[in-house]
């Protein structure tokens, strides 16, 4: 199939890729020049494992290009995706601005039947106005060309992009044609994964609820942590005891100082202030963002007890991204726990293996180093923000000696508490009882 996708980002590369390795000829559009050379080059403007390997590999093979010409893309193409950002507005709503966009410049360069598919994380109703757009389009060149808009929500993790795009546990296409849904299945038939096929708007709000359910998740483990830590109950058991229920489950049931990235705050506020236009509050969302909001503050609140002033103690903050395996900053829980510190007047040297040139934008004026030996060296404190392999793998021993004061506050539960313990640390984690 000759495919269009529209918005080169994290989810129109990676969903490119995939496309391309079931054979499929893809071209891949951004308005990004930069962005796009470097693509041509199989360079990705973020990190993300195995997919620049694989992007040598499908260029040569000619199964996938990159062009900022939308026009002769959207003409080369019967599936055309848009993949482009949906961020929040200043009071939460999606700002679907680019998507609206790019239905307006389908609308004034198609020329025969196309199915456009929206991928990008869209409000309800989204498919309805791309399509009205579409129409308007056409209506100012007199022409009278049919299509079909279609909701194929996207699923993938950061930092398991690729592996989430080739092997997606479900698909959901939210069309409502048959010729529609017979294109779209045709597209995933080598793929091996449950298939659901709704309305658009189905679809719509099945992305919305996926996203606010894992984040639900997540604030109710964080907020039961607070309350088990009081009470000396181990909040690690008690998620593991929970998740061996198969109607509970043991995912995303991991307490720690929030959840952050691109997508579950973005996609938390935009259901919220769907809710709150259509006049069907959705209050769990409230309490769910303000436990996210305060989890990192909670947390601080703790380390500033433990160590008193913390004006000129020196912190070692190990990983920065909003989850391993990314370079993503977005939303991440190292911005306020740094913001917190700085404001406390300590002293800070942070590590992480991707994150750092993003971090230095916002806070240019503390050490960063380039492992996280080097930034504990002389600390009060470490606090283990991400959970980078090469981070809890470090030799906990060796650290120990090396800094001023062995308070280790472990942001993750990533490490083995009782350890810790024995190698002479004052371990804190999250809802864990006091050692
Ligand atoms: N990042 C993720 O892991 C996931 C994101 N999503 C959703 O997918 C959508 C895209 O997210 P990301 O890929 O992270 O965004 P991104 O910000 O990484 O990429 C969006 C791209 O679209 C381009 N763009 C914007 N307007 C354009 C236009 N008119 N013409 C051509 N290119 C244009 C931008 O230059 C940018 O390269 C969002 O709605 C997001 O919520 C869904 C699942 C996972
Ligand atoms: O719409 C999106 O963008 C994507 O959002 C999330 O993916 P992502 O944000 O990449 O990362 P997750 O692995 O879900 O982690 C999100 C945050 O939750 C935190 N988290 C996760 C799980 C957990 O048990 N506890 C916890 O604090 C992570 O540390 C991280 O900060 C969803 O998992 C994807 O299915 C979805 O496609």
């Known amino acids: 199939m000759n495919i269009a996708v529209i918005g080169a980002g994290y989810v ?67 599936l055309l995706f848009i993949t482009v950002g949906t961020p929040s507005l200043d009071d939460g709503v999606a700002d679907i601005s680019y998507v609206e966009e790019v239905a307006r410049t389908i609308g004034q360069h198609m020329n025969d039947h196309k199915i456009i598919v929206i991928k990008s994380t869209v409000p309800i109703g989204t498919g309805d106005k791309v399509k009205d757009i579409i129409n308007e389009e056409l209506a100012n060149r007199n022409k009278q060309i049919p299509f079909d808009v279609v909701s194929n929500p996207e699923f993938l993790r950061e930092g398991k992009a690729l592996h989430d795009a080739r092997y997606p546990e479900r698909i959901v296409i939210g069309c409502n044609s ?27 709000m099945i992305k919305y609820a996926s996203n606010t359910f894992l984040a639900t998740k997540i604030s109710f483990i964080n907020e039961l942590a607070r309350l088990c830590e009081k009470m000396g109950v181990d909040i690690t058991n008690v998620a593991k005891g929970m998740g061996l229920d198969s109607r509970i489950g043991p995912q995303f049931l991991h307490a720690g100082i929030g959840y952050g990235g691109s997508c579950f705050p973005k996609d938390v506020k935009a259901l919220k202030a769907l809710s709150l236009q259509e006049k069907i509050p959705l209050h769990i969302l409230e309490a769910v963002t303000h436990i996210n909001d305060t989890q990192a503050e909670w947390f601080m609140q703790k380390v500033k007890n433990t160590l008193g002033d913390l004006s000129g103690k020196r912190i070692a903050i190990l990983g920065l ?20 510190l700085i ?13 750092i040139e993003h971090v230095k934008k916002i ?7 380039s492992t996280p030996f080097e930034a504990l060296q002389g600390a009060d404190a470490i606090i283990l923000v991400t959970e980078w392999k090469d981070i809890i793998e470090i030799d906990w021993k060796a650290a120990k000696n090396s800094m001023n004061q062995p308070f280790l506050f472990d942001g993750r539960n990533a490490l083995n508490a009782s350890r810790m313990v024995k190698l002479g640390y004052s371990y804190f984690g999250v809802g864990l009882p006091s050692n």
């Not at 048959?178 to 719509?204: G, H, P, R």
């Not at 991204?321 to 917190?340: G, H, L, M, V, W």
């Not at 002293?347 to 991707?354: F, L, R, T």
Request: glycine content about 4%.
């Open 12 to 78: 129109g590369t990676t969903t490119s890729v995939a496309f391309a390795e079931y054979g499929h000829k893809v071209i891949v559009v951004d308005h990004d020049l930069k962005k796009i050379e470097k693509l041509q080059q199989s360079i990705l403007p973020f990190y993300e494992e195995g997919i620049e390997d694989l992007l040598k590999v499908l260029i040569t093979k000619g199964n996938i290009s990159f062009t900022e010409n939308v026009n002769s893309a959207i003409n080369q193409s019967d």
């Open 178 to 204: 048959k010729k529609a849904e017979k294109e779209m299945k045709d597209l995933y038939k080598e793929v091996n994964a449950q298939l659901l096929i709704t309305s658009v708007k189905d679809a719509e």
């Open 343 to 355: 404001k406390n007047q300590a002293v800070i040297s942070a590590y992480d293996p991707k994150g």
């Open 363 to 369: 806070f240019p004026s503390i050490t960063y180093t």
């Open 321 to 340: 991204t909003f989850k391993p395996d990314t370079d993503d900053i977005r939303e991440a829980s190292s911005i306020k726990i740094i913001d917190f």
